[in-house]
T-cell receptor
């Protein structure tokens, strides 16, 4: 089953923070996050494996709550370059099949 | 390191025809997945191949098929094209297929007229 992302869209000013959530109805093995700009391929941001870890690089980080089957992506002090559609992909315990959410469109304005 | 290469980038086909799309994964990656992306449906999983075997399949009709060769290159075939097959088809490769992020190709934009 497809994970559910929220919100569907968010508009920010440069420097503001945003949180994008990804929820699944199934037990998860991993959650991964991607950003896609218009007309381009999705770019891998990070992956979180079960175990409740948190990861981050630069001002983008994510957490994974295995019990709640949820992951959240945190974007702090957003920059114009953060604009795009963010997708979460989830894998259950079966190998090799990732299911993606419908995406969250993030627009950062000057 | 070369990225994931998909060919062709753009394709226009007529209803009823068939089409073959190609994907060359990153060297050393043995898992190749295919996705259909449309504005209303997001990224829909088609199938995944690992070491020449189809390991997973999404909920698409049998008109959609694929295969993987010994060098990990993959092809996707759609027969008897329908207007609704117009979409961006993305291929993604990963090093093991489990718990590892994917590298996507730029996609093939298929238009069925």
């Amino acid at each position: 089953q497809q994970p559910v992302q929220s919100p569907q869209a968010v508009i920010l000013r440069e420097g503001e923070d945003a949180v994008i959530n990804c929820s699944s109805s199934k037990a998860l093995y991993s959650v991964h996050w991607y950003r896609q700009k218009h007309g381009e391929a999705p770019i891998f941001l990070m992956i979180l494996l079960k175990g409740g870890e948190q990861k981050g690089h630069d001002k983008i980080s994510a957490s994974f709550n295995e019990k709640k089957q949820q992951s959240s992506l945190y974007l702090t002090a957003s920059q114009l370059s953060y604009s795009g559609t963010y997708f979460c992909g989830t894998e259950d315990s079966n190998a090799g099949k990732s299911t993606f959410g419908d995406g969250t469109t993030l627009t950062v304005k000057p | 390191k070369a990225g994931v290469t998909q060919t062709p980038r753009y394709l226009i086909k007529t209803r009823g025809q068939q089409v073959t799309l190609s994907c060359s994964p990153i060297s050393g990656h043995r898992s190749v997945s295919w996705y259909q992306q449309t504005p209303g449906q997001g990224l829909q999983f088609l199938f995944e191949y690992f070491s020449e075997t189809q390991r997973n399949k999404g909920n698409f009709p049998g008109r959609f098929s694929g295969r993987q060769f010994s060098n990990s290159r993959s092809e996707m075939n759609v027969s008897t094209l329908e207007l609704g097959d117009s979409a961006l088809y993305l291929c993604a490769s990963s090093s093991t297929g489990t718990g590892i992020g994917y590298t996507f190709g730029s996609g093939t934009r298929l238009t069925v007229v």
